[in-house]
T-cell receptor, first 111, second 112 residues
Framework: DQQVKQNSPSLSVQEGRISILNCDYT??????FLWYKKYPAEGPTFLIS?????DKNEDGRFTVFLNKSAKHLSLHIVPSQPGDSAVYFC??????????FGQGTRLTINP | KAGVTQTPRYLIKTRGQQVTLSCSPI?????VSWYQQTPGQGLQFLFE???????NKGNFPGRFSGRQFSNSRSEMNVSTLELGDSALYLC???????????FGPGTRLTVL
């Protein structure tokens, strides 16, 4: 039962353009959503989060959008930089329950 | 503040052996969670500890166990290793059960 899904295993974007990573979830009880970035041989690094009471949260080049009716969230990176090339995981949970991760999307920024 | 540390970083074992992995959380963090990452399965939740008590458990066999000490450091143990246990094992800590989790670099376990 995959409660959090990232349907695109990979994404390639030109440097300077916008990267949009998508994530869908099935559990309407989730109330907190996060994005993590992971480089090879390193642990995931927390990027940005959003509570279910909001529909947008922005931090520098990173913006997360939440559409509760569609059970969909997205991460926008503008402008994309070579250092953004990594695997991005979305995750969700409710209260003190375990964090549920998506499968990850490998983002490649091309010069 | 120092981040989450995990030891060892790399480990090679053979089938049937057992292994113990260690995690030191960020200072002041009382919650520690463990995850298994494999290429096909992504990040799978193993268990979570808070104040030396297991609070949540994922869908893994009983061969996977863990514990947390009074200083919040945590260990996980895998007994009777199988080839399929080869994975990156990640530890994450948070101040409390509902706070953002911060991950360590992971322990790469290879079972031959």
């Amino acid at each position: 039962d995959q409660q959090v899904k990232q349907n695109s295993p990979s994404l390639s974007v030109q440097e300077g353009r916008i990267s949009i990573l998508n994530c869908d979830y099935t559990n309407s009880m989730f109330d907190y959503f996060l994005w993590y970035k992971k480089y090879p041989a390193e642990g995931p690094t927390f990027l940005i989060s959003i509570s279910s009471i909001k529909d947008k949260n922005e931090d520098g080049r990173f913006t997360v959008f939440l559409n509760k009716s569609a059970k969909h969230l997205s991460l926008h990176i503008v402008p994309s930089q070579p250092g953004d090339s990594a695997v991005y995981f979305c995750a969700a949970n409710r209260g003190a329950q375990k964090l549920v991760f998506g499968q990850g999307t490998r983002l490649t920024i091309n010069p | 503040k120092a981040g989450v540390t995990q030891t060892p970083r790399y480990l090679i074992k053979t089938r049937g052996q057992q292994v113990t992995l260690s995690c030191s959380p960020i200072s002041g963090h009382r919650s520690v969670s463990w995850y298994q990452q494999t290429p096909g399965q992504g990040l799978q939740f193993l268990f979570e500890y808070f104040s030396e008590t297991q609070r949540n458990k994922g869908n893994f066999p009983g061969r996977f166990s863990g514990r947390q000490f009074s200083n919040s450091r945590s260990e996980m143990n895998v007994s009777t290793l199988e080839l399929g246990d080869s994975a990156l094992y990640l530890c994450a800590s948070s101040q409390d059960l509902t706070d953002t989790q911060y991950f360590g670099p992971g322990t790469r376990l290879t079972v031959l």
